[in-house]
T-cell receptor, first 113, second 111 residues
Framework: GENVEQHPSTLSVQEGDSAVIKCTYSDSASNYFPWYKQELGKRPQLIIDIRSNVGEKKDQRIAVTLNKTAKHFSLHITETQPEDSAVYFCAASIWTGANNLFFGTGTRLTVIP | SQTIHQWPATLVQPVGSPLSLECTVEGTSNPNLYWYRQAAGRGLQLLFYSIGIDQISSEVPQNLSASRPQDRQFILSSKKLLLSDSGFYLC??????????FGSGTRLTVV
């Protein structure tokens, strides 16, 4: 299956600064790359996604970039706020009749007030 | 609107006991259904996926099995739990090539 690597595993930033989380994937057939935010003890929730025919997507303070040639994609959070503190997971999808997502190992983001 | 229900929320089971976790989806037909496991402090591992009734695929060999007796019902089972089965189990659904919606999860502790 697909292998997704995610870095860093932990990230601390001052409130108002930017945070960047990077992921690489192994299977060039992957074509869908969502990002999930998981607060402690809760379910992961989709925050943004990008498809392989797009290089960048932005939603307010969150943006995702995709480099298909290098097989890596990144999450950018600007003007971070304490409520952005959570674990963030990237994922890559291979279509097999189902949209199987393979997740990275997660990044624990802490925003320091 | 679509909703996904997963239960129980927490479960403590002895080693060797059976397991049954249930997940149901409302408000949609023929969803793709998934079971994931999240070990403490780790990522999400795909266990099973299903594209239709009685159509189950497994991603990793393990002590668990899954069934889909109805279109919107997905069940995760084990005949005999191992200590290594402890974790946070998440059911999810998707439609087409869109992102997942996860259930609220079951925290399983095998003692």
């Amino acid at each position: 299956g697909e292998n997704v690597e995610q870095h860093p595993s932990t990230l601390s930033v001052q409130e108002g600064d930017s945070a960047v989380i990077k992921c690489t994937y192994s299977d060039s057939a992957s074509n869908y790359f969502p990002w999930y935010k998981q607060e402690l003890g809760k379910r992961p929730q989709l925050i943004i996604d990008i498809r392989s025919n797009v290089g960048e997507k932005k939603d307010q303070r969150i943006a995702v970039t995709l480099n298909k040639t290098a097989k890596h994609f990144s999450l950018h959070i600007t003007e971070t706020q304490p409520e952005d503190s959570a674990v963030y997971f990237c994922a890559a999808s291979i279509w097999t009749g189902a949209n199987n997502l393979f997740f990275g190992t997660g990044t624990r983001l802490t925003v320091i007030p | 609107s679509q909703t996904i229900h997963q239960w129980p929320a927490t479960l403590v089971q002895p080693v060797g006991s059976p397991l049954s976790l249930e997940c149901t989806v409302e408000g949609t037909s023929n969803p793709n259904l998934y079971w994931y496991r999240q070990a403490a402090g780790r990522g999400l591992q795909l266990l099973f996926y299903s594209i239709g009734i009685d159509q189950i695929s497994s991603e990793v060999p393990q002590n668990l099995s899954a069934s889909r007796p109805q279109d919107r019902q997905f069940i995760l089972s084990s005949k005999k739990l191992l200590l290594s089965d402890s974790g946070f189990y998440l059911c999810a659904w998707s439609q087409g090539s869109y992102g997942y919606t996860f259930g609220s999860g079951t925290r399983l502790t095998v003692v």
